[in-house]
């Protein structure tokens, strides 16, 4: 048994909570804290195991290790997603509020969506919706050099994925999931538009992401 406390706490989103694993570092456990968090996780976890056998390339996703028990309940263990100074990674939906942080990162931003685009049709990765809140934008050197360093950025998704029906043949025929992982993708850059209005350069930022 795992005793999670405050001093490991992270953040939460809408039905989990997220904590530094006390054991380890550098993975983080995430346990449910609201009624219909557990259809939610479960259909995730289902997806993470349909993915592990298929042994995708974890570059834009944090690797699951599998379920532990808690004080808190049975949780999950994943990788903690750390920047190069041992911070714990950023939002995207933080860089994309801020003109001032998209100016900063603008090409590193742009690079880092389209790597992370390529990853995911390349391993017909599957999302729900795709929102900036469940996205990490890693800076794997320091900050003070990440602009002049741009492959060293990275997008990493941390909840959302799999599909809310899960057709097992639109996650294995690949024309299937090319087409839903477009359709998800452009309406995730529709939705950074809506939401960054006060934003200034990010409309230019989604052309550039979306130009070869
Ligand atoms: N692998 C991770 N590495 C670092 N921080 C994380 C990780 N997973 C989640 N977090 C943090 O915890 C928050 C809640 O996790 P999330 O999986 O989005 O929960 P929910 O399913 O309730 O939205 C995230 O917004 C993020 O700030
Ligand atoms: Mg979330």
């Given amino acids: ?6 001093k490991y706490y992270i953040s939460r989103g809408l039905h989990r909570k997220c904590y530094i694993h006390p054991e380890d570092n550098q993975k983080c456990i995430k ?12 259909r995730e976890i289902a997806y993470y ?26 949780g999950h263990v994943f990788d903690l997603i750390r920047d ?6 950023t939002p995207l939906e933080h860089y994309l509020a801020s003109e001032q942080l998209t100016e900063k990162y603008y090409d590193a931003l742009v690079s880092s969506f389209k790597n992370l685009k390529k990853a995911l049709l390349k391993d017909r990765i599957i999302t729900m919706t795709i929102k900036s809140k469940n996205i990490l934008f890693q800076h794997q050197v320091t900050p003070e050099n990440a602009i002049e360093s741009n492959g060293k950025n990275r997008l990493i998704i941390i909840d959302n994925i799999g599909n809310a029906t899960f057709i097992p ?4 025929l690949g024309f299937m999931a090319t087409a839903k992982i477009e359709r998800t993708w452009q ?12 934003n200034r350069l990010i409309k230019k930022l989604v052309q550039d992401i979306n130009s070869n």
Avoid: C
Wanted: a negative charge; aromatic letters at 10%.
């Fill in 169 to 172: 043949v639109a996650n294995y």
């Fill in 49 to 74: 195991k349909h993915l592990i056998k298929r042994k995708i390339n974890w570059d834009s996703l944090a690797k699951y290790y599998g379920p532990v028990e808690t004080n808190e309940g049975i």
């Fill in 31 to 42: 346990v449910n804290y609201n009624d219909g968090a557990e259809e939610e996780t479960n």
């Fill in 1 to 6: 048994m795992i005793y999670l406390n405050d």
């Fill in 84 to 89: 190069a100074d041992g911070q714990i990674s």
């Fill in 187 to 198: 309406r995730f850059l529709v939705a950074i538009i809506n939401e960054n209005k006060q």
